[in-house]
């Protein structure tokens, strides 16, 4: 069974830091692309960063360029998203995809929550 799921999201104070884990199974983890994505209440869900099949290339949401760093690890079939110098802003619930190099479908996770708030 495909499944992506992801942990670490808390509650953590503005300035703070958290480090988000997006753990696969069920499908070949190098050969996917993996972005995160989050969405605010009221708002569109939207792309946070992005890396490719073997880490070599990044992409980030201008909003958090300089603050958040994705990063995988093949070897253990897991995304790492890691969240520094944390605004109110950055509330949301934020989910892990995954697609193919080639092809069209795409996998996501559950969600896990992050709080930014004094």
């Known amino acids: 069974q495909v499944q992506l799921v992801e942990s670490g999201g808390g509650l953590v104070q503005p300035g703070g830091s958290l480090r988000l884990s997006c753990a696969a199974s069920?499908?070949?983890?190098?050969?996917?692309?993996l972005s995160w994505y989050r969405q605010a209440p009221g708002k569109e869900r939207e792309l946070v960063a992005r890396?490719?099949?073997?880490?070599?290339?990044?992409e980030y949401a201008d909003s958090v360029k300089g603050r958040f760093t994705m990063s995988r690890d093949n070897g253990k079939n897991t995304v790492y998203l890691q969240m520094n110098s944390l605004k109110p802003e950055d509330t949301a619930v934020y989910y892990c995809?995954?697609?193919?190099?080639?092809?069209?479908?795409?996998?996501w996770g559950q969600g896990t929550q992050v709080l930014v708030s004094s």
């Open positions: 069920g499908f070949t983890f190098n050969n996917y692309v």
């Open positions: 995809n995954a697609r193919p190099g080639i092809g069209s479908w795409n996998y």
């Open positions: 890396i490719s099949m073997y880490g070599g290339s990044t």
